[in-house]
């Protein structure tokens, strides 16, 4: 019964998955999602977007296996995994400025994502499965290694783009298996050891599933890249995306030095109750140390009154056979005397 509930099918040229199939995929992205060492505590995590259109089964994973059902306005961090049922697609307004649609029968994981506005900004994402189609904010670079999606058998390096990667797997009616990357605007670079494939505008690169070898340009963009019932969000979007940016990225790098600056200012504050939270916890210690101590001694003198109990005991034990041999020799003395008399 698993194994038909978890067969695939394909509709639009889209990797489906069923029920069985999706919880399989959950569990591969919870086992993703931990080794990348996700906090646990959403204060302390650095979200990467806002959720913008969520339709159909769409689950986000945290490290500690924790899924959530996201709504429209929910964050996702940095870490988090994203599986896409059959009917499943969620977009994303990522914090760089980009924007991300997330394809049915996907499983996606935003591995990093640092959008603050500085030199050092990058983000890396990893496509195990299905598809996204992905409009790049400030986060490029010539070298396309600052902004990189990994898959299965491949390195793609952004370079300001308009794209989509696909992972087919094996066993799929959609194609052979392997990754396809198609570009719509700017470029990417696919990468293996083996050597690397610059994508231009409407065109396919492709890796194969098996064997080690160099990423190829495709003759033709595959009919498997369909647009979805929402592609139309995609229209015109790369324009005005960047249209904007550069007075995005300097919003950003103002939020990023108000909140470094909050945080100075409460940092006085902060270090007093981590002070205050010391304390109590070194009072805390002395009071269990002075607990044990006086258990200890509660135990050492019952052990001594246990002792004294059991000395006196044996000494009224002592006495009563002294005694009893006592008596009995007066009662032994007493017979030979009357047996002395009548002899």
């Known amino acids: 019964m698993l194994r038909q509930y978890c067969r695939t099918k394909t509709r639009g040229g889209i990797l489906l998955l069923?029920?069985?199939?999706?919880?399989l995929?959950?569990?591969?992205?919870?086992?993703?999602?931990?080794?990348?060492?996700?906090?646990?505590?959403?204060?302390?995590?650095?979200?990467a977007g806002t959720v913008t259109l969520v339709e159909g089964d769409v689950r986000f994973l945290d490290a500690q296996q924790q899924a959530r059902r996201p709504k429209v306005g929910d964050p996702i961090y940095e870490g988090e995994g994203v599986v896409t049922g059959a009917d499943g697609e969620v977009h994303f307004d990522m914090l760089d400025g980009g924007y991300i649609g997330v394809r049915p029968g996907?499983?996606?994981?935003?591995?990093?994502?640092?959008?603050?506005?500085?030199?050092?900004?990058?983000?890396?994402?990893?496509?195990?499965?299905?598809s996204f189609r992905a409009v790049t904010g400030w986060i490029t670079g010539s070298s396309g290694r600052r902004a990189e999606v990994q898959t299965p058998t491949v390195t793609i390096g952004v370079?300001?783009?308009?794209?989509?990667?696909?992972?087919?797997?094996?066993?799929?009616?959609?194609?052979?298996?392997?990754?396809?990357?198609?570009?719509?605007?700017?470029?990417?670079?696919?990468?293996t050891a083996q050597g690397s494939v610059i994508v231009r505008p409407n065109q396919a690169g492709?890796?194969?599933?098996r064997g080690a070898v160099k990423p190829r340009l495709l003759d033709r963009v595959p009919a498997f890249f369909r647009p979805t019932k929402n592609e139309k969000r995609f229209e015109g979007l790369h324009q005005r995306i960047h249209q904007n940016?550069?007075?995005?990225?300097?919003?950003?790098?103002?939020?990023?030095?108000?909140?470094?600056?909050?945080?100075?200012?409460?940092?006085?504050?902060?270090?007093?109750?981590?002070?205050?939270?010391?304390?109590?916890f070194r009072q805390r210690q002395e009071a269990q140390?002075?607990?044990?101590?006086?258990?200890?001694?509660?135990?050492?003198?019952?052990?001594?009154?246990?002792?004294?109990?059991?000395?006196?005991?044996?000494?009224?034990?002592?006495?009563?056979?002294?005694?009893?041999?006592?008596?009995?020799?007066?009662?032994?003395?007493?017979?030979?005397?009357?047996?002395?008399?009548?002899?």
């Open 106 to 130: 996907t499983k996606l994981n935003i591995v990093n994502f640092k959008a603050e506005g500085g030199p050092d900004d990058s983000f890396l994402l990893n496509l195990l499965e299905g």
């Open 206 to 209: 492709f890796v194969p599933r």
């Open 159 to 191: 370079r300001g783009t308009d794209y989509e990667p696909l992972v087919i797997p094996e066993g799929s009616k959609t194609g052979e298996a392997g990754t396809y990357n198609r570009v719509n605007i700017g470029e990417t670079e696919m990468r």
């Open 18 to 23: 069923r029920p069985a199939a999706i919880v």
């Open 25 to 47: 995929l959950f569990l591969t992205l919870t086992q993703l999602a931990c080794a990348q060492g996700a906090p646990a505590d959403a204060g302390d995590r650095s979200p």
């Open 245 to 280: 940016l550069e007075q995005k990225r300097q919003l950003r790098i103002k939020q990023v030095q108000q909140r470094k600056l909050q945080r100075t200012k409460a940092a006085p504050a902060q270090k007093a109750a981590a002070g205050q939270r010391r304390e109590q």
């Open 289 to 343: 140390k002075q607990q044990r101590f006086q258990e200890a001694q509660k135990r050492e003198s019952q052990k001594s009154a246990m002792q004294a109990q059991k000395q006196a005991e044996e000494r009224r034990r002592v006495q009563q056979d002294h005694a009893k041999a006592g008596k009995k020799a007066g009662i032994e003395e007493r017979r030979k005397r009357r047996f002395e008399k009548r002899e």
